[in-house]
């Protein structure tokens, strides 16, 4: 059986331990969701950076920019944080580098402890469920929040990679029942829930995003399963 945590905001990732352990980082709105589109439609290879200066640093290199503060593209990058930018013909084959107020936070924090992390999103649950199932290592789901907060969004992604999980797991803390117990409670209008009460929807809403919450609030769109390696996140 997999044992399975779930740390709600990177804030408090100190807590849990990750060594030996399969790391599941999502940010649903919208970093991981933008990951998981792009690489789908043909971009070749994310790199997740922690700051813009860095990310202009692999412009010099060929990459591509990609990414937000605060919700709003950063005015340098070539793209910001819609998964529709992503998705555009012209980035197939392209390396992407991207950095975000919350997702790419996680994954950098994830990564100096972790075995390995998956790159999941609500777009490809069912085959990081599927991943998981096949690895049979522990895991922990870290959740990107807001700004050290968490979200519901991203608790929602832990609450559905649970429930594809339940015959297969062990949850060793309450965060992972709180998350599978909204899960359940959601299922059925999941895109409403997100859309209606989910605090950052409101947010991006307000910045014109709200095209992407409703793309954002998909299951299994794909069955696209990045993982970073290496420093590169690749499917």
């Given at each position: 059986?997999i ?9 408090i ?5 990750l ?63 819609s998964?529709?930018?992503?998705m ?19 994954i950098t ?16 649950v ?19 929040g ?35 117990t909204?899960?359940k ?23 014109k995003?709200?095209s ?16 970073l ?7």
């Open positions: 059986m044992n399975i945590e779930t740390c709600l905001t990177p804030e990732l100190s807590l849990h331990q060594e030996g352990k399969i790391a599941v980082v999502t940010d649903v709105l919208r970093a991981t969701s933008c990951m998981v589109a792009g690489l789908n439609a043909g971009v070749k290879s994310v790199i997740p950076v922690m700051t813009v200066e860095e990310a202009l640093d692999y412009s010099k290199k060929g990459y591509i920019t990609a990414g937000e503060r605060g919700g709003v593209k950063v005015k340098e990058f070539t793209i910001g944080n998964p529709q930018e992503h555009q013909e012209e980035y197939r084959g392209k390396d992407i580098c991207m950095t975000t107020t919350n997702g790419t936070v996680a924090e994830a990564k100096k402890r972790a075995d390995q992390i998956v790159i999941g999103a609500l777009l490809n069912s085959a990081v469920a599927n991943f998981l199932k096949s690895a049979q290592k522990d895991v922990v789901i870290i959740c990107a807001w700004k050290g907060n968490p979200s519901l969004e991203d608790t929602l992604f832990a609450g559905a990679l649970i429930d594809r999980l339940q015959e297969e797991c062990n949850l060793t803390d309450d965060a992972s029942f709180m998350a599978l909204q899960y409670a959601c299922k059925d209008n999941l895109v409403e829930s997100i859309q209606f009460n989910a605090s950052h929807a409101k947010r991006l809403s307000g910045l995003a709200k992407d919450l409703a793309f954002c609030a998909q299951e299994d769109y794909c069955d696209a399963l990045p993982i390696k290496n420093g590169e996140i690749t499917i």
